[in-house]
């Protein structure tokens, strides 16, 4: 049984930090992934990042600021986000995908599982 479980969402000032965290069970995929989600928008990709290797890519909107990580021993993906903006305020997903990782796989439907999101609120 596959299950993500997300934590590390809150309340920040622009230009404040949170760490998003990412707990993995079950069997593992080739890819890893954060995306996020506002009221009214389409889910977005943000960072990916494989198991093996450490293949990543980023949102260009996020370059510079955020930082995917994972910890393959606790089986634990982590988004790093700095310099937080009003803008990037949604519910941020991980997700998991069979395929190898590229700078292509950004679709959702791509990734078969998803943890149950957790709010990120940047106020001004």
């Known amino acids: 049984q596959v299950q993500l479980v997300e934590s590390g969402g809150g309340l920040v000032q622009a230009g404040g930090s949170l760490r998003l965290s990412c707990a993995a069970s079950?069997?593992?995929?080739?890819?890893y992934a954060w995306f996020r989600q506002a009221p009214g928008k389409e889910r977005e990709f943000v960072a990916s990042?494989?198991?093996?290797?450490?293949?990543?890519v980023y949102a260009d909107s996020v370059k510079g600021r955020f930082t995917i990580s994972r910890d393959n021993a606790k089986s634990t993906m982590y988004l790093q986000m700095n310099s937080l903006k009003p803008e990037d305020t949604a519910v941020y997903y991980c997700?998991?995908?069979?395929?190898?990782?590229?700078?292509?796989?950004?679709?959702?439907?791509?990734?078969?599982?998803w943890g149950q999101g957790t709010q990120v609120t940047v106020s001004s």
């Open positions: 990042i494989s198991w093996i290797g450490s293949f990543i």
């Open positions: 079950g069997r593992t995929f080739s890819t």
């Open positions: 997700a998991a995908s069979p395929f190898p990782n590229s700078v292509v796989l950004r679709a959702p439907s791509r990734y078969d599982y």
